[in-house]
């Protein structure tokens, strides 16, 4: 942890060392690829913000990852930005097909579950659609951390806000 915090700190302000840091995720190294993504996790809200003009090379790398921890850590960093309109329907899809999987961790299940939520939101249709996928699962079924997270997205649904903070 204190080498994350180290790094976070070195990085704060200085876009080359966060340009540097970020090209680290694309290493062909699994464990310096996550240790990287790992670091953006701790950036503040502040200095996540750099990372909103990536969301696209984010996105490419999660759809092709293969590293469990590296994935879940990329969708996290994806969920603490505001996603750009209108969805990349590859996304949408590849969210909607990992929340419904029994393959999948439960963590990454409910990141997939509240980035389709987020990107289905503002598109009746779409939203429609996603709400058929939710009604399927038999809550007594899920994890807990999935019939939560299920609970708190058919709650936001009736309201219509996003579960997202910025």
């Known amino acids: 942890m204190t080498e994350i915090h180290e790094i976070v700190f070195l990085t704060q302000g200085n876009n080359e060392r966060k340009q540097e840091l970020y090209d680290l995720i694309f290493d062909a190294d699994d464990i310096v690829a996550y240790q990287a993504t790992w670091a953006f996790t701790h950036f503040s809200a502040y200095d996540n913000e750099w990372l909103y003009d990536k969301q696209n090379g984010l996105i490419d790398e999660v759809l092709v990852c293969s590293h469990t921890g590296k994935r879940r850590l990329l969708m996290t ?17 590849f969210c909607l097909e990992k929340m419904m ?14 980035l389709a939520y ?5 598109i009746p249709e779409l939203l429609q659609e996603f709400r058929v996928l939710l009604d399927m699962m038999v809550p007594d079924l899920l994890e807990i ?3 939560t997270a299920r609970k708190n997205v058919l709650k936001s649904m009736k309201s219509g806000k996003s579960l997202q903070t910025f």
Do not use: V
């Open 145 to 147: 951390s999935m019939r």
């Open 77 to 93: 960093l994806l969920f603490r930005q505001p996603l750009s309109g209108p969805p990349r329907i590859d996304f949408l899809d």
């Open 101 to 114: 999987s029994i393959k999948e961790p439960p963590a990454f299940q409910t990141l997939s579950m509240k």
């Open 118 to 122: 987020e990107m289905c939101r503002n």
